[in-house]
């Protein structure tokens, strides 16, 4: 099955820094996400992203299928930000979706 | 709009004891559905997946069933809990992106 790489496993960022999170796939994906998970556990989709740029607020992703990585943009870093960055795609007739083992990021004040 | 309900959010049953997990969809028909586990600190691994009534594909073969009873029903079950099937039990179902609920935390002691 598709294996997916995250990196880096952990970041520390002062408040207003800007980072990037990354995610390799081992074979083509057409569905590729990134998701953020808060402290209470919640997964909130954040793109849905199978090729090309998105941007939303002072986030922004960036799929490049065809060298099969997703990068991840997080500009102006809150502490509301921390969490752990999920990132998954797949293939195939029912689209199931493999996960990485997600970048921990935690933003001090 | 799309909701998705999962419940109980925090589950603590004995090893041995039966287990039932419900998810349900409002706002759409015959959804895919995915039942993921979290394990402490890891990442997410897909448990199972169905694309209709009755029609379930498992991923991981382990002490653990689903099954899919109505079009926006899913359940994940066990006749016997191991201390193993501790962990956080997140339903999801897709659109084509995935969503989420909010998870069952499930310790088994």
């Known amino acids: 099955g598709i294996q997916v790489e995250q990196s880096p496993p952990d970041l520390i960022l002062q408040e207003g820094a800007n980072s990037t999170l990354r995610c390799n796939f081992s074979?083509?994906?057409?569905?590729l996400q990134w998701f953020h998970q808060n402290p209470w556990g919640q997964l909130i989709n954040l793109f849905y992203?199978?090729?090309g740029t998105k941007q939303n607020g002072r986030l922004s992703a960036t799929t490049v299928a065809t060298e099969r990585y997703s990068l991840l943009y997080i500009s102006s870093s809150q502490t509301t930000d921390s969490g752990v960055y999920f990132c998954?795609?797949?293939?195939?007739?029912?689209?199931?979706?493999?996960f990485g083992t997600g970048t921990k990021l935690q933003v001090i004040p | 709009s799309q909701t998705i309900h999962q419940w109980p959010a925090t589950l603590v049953q004995p090893v041995g004891s039966p287990l039932s997990l419900e998810c349900t969809v409002e706002g759409t028909s015959n959804p895919n559905l995915y039942w993921y586990r979290q394990a402490a600190g890891r990442g997410l691994q897909l448990l199972f997946y169905s694309v209709g009534i009755g029609q379930i594909s498992s991923e991981v073969p382990q002490n653990l069933s689903a099954s899919r009873p109505q079009d926006r029903q899913f359940i994940l079950s066990s006749k016997k809990l191991l201390l193993s099937d501790s962990g956080f039990y997140l339903c999801?179902?897709?659109?084509?992106?995935?969503?989420f609920g909010n998870g069952t935390r499930l310790t088994v002691t």
């Open positions: 992203i199978p090729s």
């Open positions: 074979d083509s994906v057409n569905n």
């Open positions: 999801a179902w897709r659109d084509p992106a995935l969503h």
């Open positions: 998954g795609g797949g293939s195939g007739g029912y689209q199931k979706v493999t």
